[in-house]
Nanobody, 126 residues
Framework: QVQVVESGGGSAQAGGSLRLTCAAS????????MGWFRQVPGKEREGVAS????????TYADFVKDRFTISQDSAKRTVYLQMSSLKPEDTAMYYC???????????????????WGQGTQVTVSS
């Protein structure tokens, strides 16, 4: 089991950058998928990026490739989402999520995750 808490959201101009942080706590951090998801009111939550805590393998949604980077500091049990070249359509509530996974590679599919944070709002203005 893992608990996650997001931080780092806020406002940015189009073309700007923000870094989101997800702090994980619990009995273990090894062999976990940690993912970032986002949701706009009235729409389904969509996967953004994920990282496996033991292999460092990453997965990205096509719409954020080359703009967003997911990384981790395993010693701090912290996962980051560096967002660059932000667009107004990146405006959303961003959620961190976790799930135990012995397989070494993670998805960005919501049903694959069972531990969720409360979210942090990101607003990008044009």
């Amino acid at each position: 089991q893992v608990q996650v808490v997001e931080s780092g959201g806020g406002s940015a101009q189009a073309g700007g950058s923000l870094r989101l942080t997800c702090a994980a706590s619990g009995p273990t951090y090894s062999r976990y998928c940690m993912g970032w998801f986002r949701q706009v009111p009235g729409k389904e939550r969509e996967g953004v990026a994920s990282i496996h805590t033991s292999t460092d393998r990453t997965t990205y949604a096509d719409f954020v490739k080359d703009r967003f980077t997911i990384s981790q500091d395993s010693a701090k049990r912290t996962v980051y989402l560096q967002m660059s070249s932000l667009k107004p359509e990146d405006t959303a509530m961003y959620y961190c999520a976790g799930a135990y996974s012995p397989y070494g590679l993670c998805s960005v599919i919501e049903p694959d995750y069972n531990y969720w944070g409360q979210g942090t709002q990101v607003t990008v203005s044009s």
